[in-house]
Antibody, heavy 117, light 107 residues
Framework: EVQLVESGGGLVQPGGSLRLSCAAS????????MNWVRQAPGKGLEWVSS????????HYAVSVKGRFTISRDNAQNSLYLQMNSLRDEDTAVYYC??????????WGQGTLVTVSS | DIQLTQSPSFLSASVGDRVTITCRAS??????LAWYQQKPGKAPKLLIY???TLQSGVPSRFSGSGSGTEFTLTISSLQPEDFATYYC?????????FGQGTKLEIK
């Protein structure tokens, strides 16, 4: 059974940092591109970042470029999102999602990041 | 960036109704469009990918069509569990973008 489990969310002050993790199981993690998608409270979905299976291709949304870094450890079946210089507008539930067939077919349950003083 | 505009943003319908949600892209995206269903407090669930291919396990009352810049999601006969918010997503280019969502409510 495919499982994606996010962790690392919490309350952080503006300007602070947080590292999210996504633990994958039930599939060959090293062969899939992975993604982070976020959802601010009461709002729609916003794509944040994508990373290819070998980490050779990475993309970021303009809103996070230069502040967030996506990475993965295929040996540990894990995806990460290092978030620096956090702003109020980064407050959201962050989901990791697997990419296949030009879609995101499995999603984690999400982890809430709250940026507030 | 490719903008996706869903219409309507809100839809009120009854069990058994046939409903259609439209997703318009600001430029052509070939067939690289997916549809997701999201219920409150839950992660999105993939319904359809590549415009019209039904994800495994998704009921056949869901269907998708379109090409280029205009796409539709149709639910042929609404069931109680279908009341949720629906999003389209383009995967033709980066940044990946989502529509703003369509909230389907019970009439």
């Amino acid at each position: 059974e495919v499982q994606l489990v996010e962790s690392g969310g919490g309350l952080v002050q503006p300007g602070g940092s947080l590292r999210l993790s996504c633990a994958a199981s039930g599939f060959t993690f090293s062969t899939y591109s992975m993604n982070w998608v976020r959802q601010a409270p009461g709002k729609g979905l916003e794509w944040v970042s994508s990373i290819s299976s070998t980490s050779s291709i990475i993309h970021y949304a303009v809103s996070v470029k230069g502040r967030f870094t996506i990475s993965r450890d295929n040996a540990q079946n894990s995806l990460y999102l290092q978030m620096n210089s956090l702003r109020d507008e980064d407050t959201a539930v962050y989901y990791c999602a697997r990419a296949v067939n030009w879609s995101y077919d499995f999603w984690g349950q999400g982890t809430l990041v709250t940026v507030s003083s | 960036d490719i903008q996706l505009t869903q219409s309507p943003s809100f839809l009120s319908a009854s069990v058994g109704d046939r409903v259609t949600i439209t997703c318009r892209a600001s430029q052509g995206i070939s067939s690289y469009l997916a549809w997701y269903q999201q219920k409150p407090g839950k992660a999105p669930k993939l319904l359809i990918y590549a415009t019209s291919t039904l994800q495994s396990g998704v009921p056949s009352r869901f269907s998708g069509s379109g090409s280029g810049t205009e796409f539709t999601l149709t639910i042929s006969s609404l069931q109680p569990e279908d009341f949720a918010t629906y999003y389209c997503q383009q995967l033709n280019s980066y940044p990946r973008t989502f529509g703003q969502g369509t909230k389907l409510e019970i009439k």
